[in-house]
């Protein structure tokens, strides 16, 4: 059973951790988006967040980024750098910026040398040719491998993915599943993700948090993405499909 | 034209540009039409206080920055409405305290002889201006693609705005001497919008802008002083021209 606690409180797998969360509430114009909610997370983990739409995802990550005010408490360990890849843009792409426009701003804030720009297209397979192209003519997997290679400027240890494969094709979510799957893995970058490919999250995820209004809680994928503990979290029957696997 | 009008002109025309890029790429172009307007209550009482109406207009647009700011951080507002309203306000107020064919020139620009202190006062101002810009562009470019990435990356984004809004005031009032505040507006939307559609890259978009802008001042201000017309209407005409020429690239 996933950890769960009276007082909210549910705690990740791991030794050392790298955010604490106490009694987090966050309210919109009086309206509680998330109440009281309490969790830590261990270096190195690959946390996956899962809920309903309007279970407060994406607002738990604007609250973790601190670009929202929220009760409660947030704590980083001393030193925690993080790339965030959002799920929506503030622009359209129509613009003229090109991948290099995007990563050598991120660079310069960054104060990271030049090279990590090729470091971290590597990191995430994607071409030198995105450096010249406008981020306008670019596929939506190319467009979100771009934000993880920004998001990687800079060596973050933790990484804040929300929805980061949200109208990407097949191929695409494949190779920035795989992209993400190696970064925690293989170089030890917390990752932070949200997805609604729950199949994803069975298969990469070491812990998931599901946010639901009456009951939140936090375990590992083959503890909390059960049939029965999916449809009390979404409210109806849900079976996903592993690829390769079986289905549940 | 003079020498100094030409310096004058050619700093005004660079810092609008560069501005124009970032306030086209925000969509703040039609907040960037009205804003202009925010200078008109300012200009007014200047002239009833028989000030240099530049100061009433950058005081004015100052404050105006301010109030916006404040209301985006309070509300969830876009740039473009809050402009609109206080823009409206200024106006009204700007009409009740103004009349007179100084306000006319300060509103559509007169040729003339700038004097020392207008010409320093243009030139820093401009300077600031640019090297703001070009200073900020990285922070301006990041925040303007995602505030959440901004803020995760450590950029004060608040404060970045307020420079930005400031930024773009000081750009207006450097326009009020030859093209007046109502036309400034359209000297920063439309060689930005000319590089949109031309530019791949942000340095492309800025050489763009200057450029475009440079050439409907620089030309504009000399058939202005040919003709002995108003400079901000032939100037503005100009950038017009070259909107439609950049309609040609398919």
């Known amino acids: ?248 | 034209m003079d020498a100094r009008a030409l310096t004058v002109c050619a700093a005004m025309a660079v810092a609008a540009g560069l501005v124009g890029c970032f306030a086209v790429m925000r969509r703040m172009t039609l907040a960037a039409d009205a804003y202009s307007h925010v200078a008109l209550p300012g200009i007014g009482l200047a002239l009833v206080l028989r000030l240099n109406p530049l100061i009433g207009a950058l005081v004015a647009l100052l404050a105006g920055s301010m109030l916006i700011w404040a209301i985006e951080g309070k509300t969830k507002l876009s740039t473009e409405a809050i402009t609109g309203v206080v823009f409206s306000v200024a106006l009204a107020i700007g009409s009740l305290t103004a009349t007179g064919e100084e306000l006319i020139d300060a509103l559509f620009g007169a040729p003339g002889r700038m004097t020392i202190a207008e010409t320093v006062f243009a030139l820093v101002a401009a300077l600031a201006v640019i090297a703001f810009i070009l200073k900020a562009r990285d922070r301006l470019l990041v925040s303007l693609v995602s505030t959440d990435v901004a803020i995760a990356s450590g950029i004060g984004v608040k404060s970045l705005q307020l420079s930005f809004l400031v930024a773009f005031a000081v750009t207006v009032a450097l326009g009020m001497r030859y093209l007046g505040v109502l036309l400034m507006g359209s000297l920063i939307i439309i060689p930005a919008t000319v590089a949109k559609r031309l530019a791949r890259s942000i340095d492309a978009m800025f050489a763009i802008a200057i450029g475009s802008a440079l050439v409907s001042t620089l030309l504009g201000s000399w058939i202005a002083a040919l003709t002995v017309r108003p400079s901000g209407p032939i100037i503005v005409a100009i950038a017009g021209a070259l909107f439609f020429v950049s309609l040609l690239k398919s």
């Open chain 1, 1 to 248: 059973m996933p950890t769960e606690v009276p007082e909210r409180r549910i705690t990740g797998q791991y030794a050392g951790s790298v955010l604490e969360v106490n009694h987090l509430t966050v309210s919109f114009d009086h309206t509680v988006i998330l109440a009281d909610l309490s969790f830590t997370v261990a270096r190195g983990a690959s946390l996956a967040v899962i809920g309903p739409n309007g279970s407060g995802k994406t607002v738990l990550f604007r609250a973790l980024i601190g670009a929202i005010p929220y009760k409660g408490t947030i704590r980083w360990a001393p030193g925690t750098k993080f790339g965030y890849v959002p799920q929506k843009l503030d622009i359209e792409r129509d613009l003229p910026i090109t991948g290099r426009d995007l990563l050598r701003a991120k660079l310069t804030i960054s104060h990271a040398p030049k090279d990590e720009e090729l470091h971290a297209l590597e990191r995430v397979d994607l071409g030198q040719e995105v450096l010249r192209q406008p981020i306008g003519t670019m596929s939506g997997g190319q467009f979100q491998r771009l934000l993880v290679a920004c998001a990687l400027i800079g060596r973050p240890d933790v990484l804040l993915l929300d929805e980061p494969a949200a109208g990407v094709d097949a191929p695409g979510q494949q190779a920035l599943s795989e992209a993400i799957r190696r970064l925690q893995q293989d170089e030890g970058v917390t990752t932070f993700l949200i997805s609604h490919d729950l199949s994803v999250v069975y298969r990469y995820a070491s812990s998931v948090l599901c946010l639901a209004r009456e009951r939140s809680c936090l375990g590992p994928p083959q503890v909390v993405l059960t049939p029965e503990r999916l449809s009390e979290i979404y409210g109806t029957p849900i079976s996903f499909h592993l690829h390769g696997d079986h289905g549940r």
